[in-house]
């Protein structure tokens, strides 16, 4: 799965021209545009259907474009920088005065993040050499507001299709979910997003576990609204112990469900859709958003998620799921 030297050039072409290119990243597909031009990153709001006062992630080749946007990073900052860039972790910074409020959403940070996926680096690394100064790709996950991000090129197709001129083919996602969102913009680091990057991760860096943050009165981080990475189809998330006699009930009412377990199905000739996921937090985030994309296409209706152990490596798929189970069936 490695774009083709054209591929790359032509990506390189558009994007200079102000227009969209989807790639892949190491944690979600993202839907990219120069971050420096206003009307590129206003393609991406149309495409998407998201609120322009949504700010976006900028993507950067490497630490060292990382002050033309941001300005007094703190020596915290830089070292999560240096442990895990480039990878699946955003810093919240204050931003150089020049970056567009459309990047922004009008707020006096930025995000920031060098990926790790190996074509989104070679892309980035192509932009910045054809671009110059201020060469940062702003990319939101590719998928329409509100529903499941995408972790195959085929899944971008299938969420924006027409809307995107090039799709970059980087194969499937390795990580599977957005990346940690930590703001370092007020002092103590807060995590705004969990993820892949877990708070144990962290505190060996930072010496203490960082305090989480998800929800604000606004809408600062998008993934922070209630409803968020959710398919139309509705879910419900039923504990291991009441999920036979649930699924049971269901059966009886003529309804068919699509399960999402990391367990076999209870017993044998189970009716329902059952899809097995792997019993580790890092294997059931790889394989999460594939699956309740999948369930979406069954037809089933009624999406069950069997309820995920309590432990804190299971903080960034546990927040996920409820914010799917949120949003789900309002398409
Ligand atoms: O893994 C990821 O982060 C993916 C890939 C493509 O990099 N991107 C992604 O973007 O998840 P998006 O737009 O779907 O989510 C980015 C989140 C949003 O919830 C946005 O509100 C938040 O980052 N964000 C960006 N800039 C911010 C800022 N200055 N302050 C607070 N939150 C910010
Ligand atoms: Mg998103």
Redesign the pocket.
């Known amino acids: 799965m490695t774009p083709s030297e054209a591929d790359y050039q032509r990506a390189v072409d558009l994007l200079l021209a102000g227009e969209l290119v989807a790639l892949p990243?190491e944690?979600?597909y993202?839907l990219g545009a120069d971050a420096a031009n206003p009307a590129a990153v206003a393609k991406i709001f149309a495409a998407k259907g998201r609120p322009a006062d949504?700010?976006?992630?900028v993507?950067l080749a490497g630490h060292d474009a990382v002050e033309a946007w941001a300005e007094q990073v703190q020596a915290i900052a830089w070292e999560l920088m240096e442990t895990f860039w480039p990878g699946?972790l955003?810093l919240?910074l204050k931003k150089q005065a020049w970056v567009p409020d459309a990047v922004?959403g009008g707020?006096d940070?930025?995000?920031l993040?060098v990926?790790g996926h190996p074509v989104a680096l070679e892309l980035l690394r192509r932009f910045a050499a054809a671009k110059g100064a201020h060469a940062g790709i702003a990319?939101?996950?590719a998928n329409r507001f509100g529903r499941i991000s995408p972790t195959t090129a085929a899944h971008v197709a299938e969420e924006l299709g027409e809307a995107v001129p090039l799709i970059l083919d980087g194969g499937p996602c390795a990580v599977g979910i957005?990346?940690t969102?930590i703001d370092c913009s007020r002092g103590e680091p807060v995590v705004?997003?969990p993820g892949h990057i877990s708070p144990l991760h962290l505190e060996a860096v930072l010496g203490r576990v960082p305090a989480i943050e998800t929800s604000h009165g606004a809408p600062?981080?998008?993934?922070s609204l209630e409803a968020h990475y959710a398919p139309t189809t509705p879910l419900r998330v039923v504990t291991g112990e009441r999920l036979l006699d649930f699924l049971n009930a269901q059966r009886h009412r003529g309804g068919t469900c699509g399960v999402i377990s990391p367990n076999q199905p209870p017993q044998a000739g189970m009716p329902h859709a059952w899809r097995l996921l792997p019993a580790d937090p890092v294997g059931y985030a790889h394989d999460l958003y594939a699956a309740l994309r999948d369930m979406d296409h069954a037809g089933v209706d009624l999406i069950v998620v069997e309820a995920l152990p309590s432990g804190t490596e299971w903080t960034a798929v546990a927040d996920r799921l409820r914010r799917a189970a949120a949003g789900a069936g309002q398409a």
Request: hydrophobic share 30%; glycine share 10%; aromatic share 0%.
């Open positions: 990243t944690t979600v993202g949504h700010p976006l992630i993507h699946p955003t919240i922004t707020q940070t930025v995000g993040r990926p990319a939101p996950s957005e990346s969102i705004l997003r600062r981080v998008s993934g």
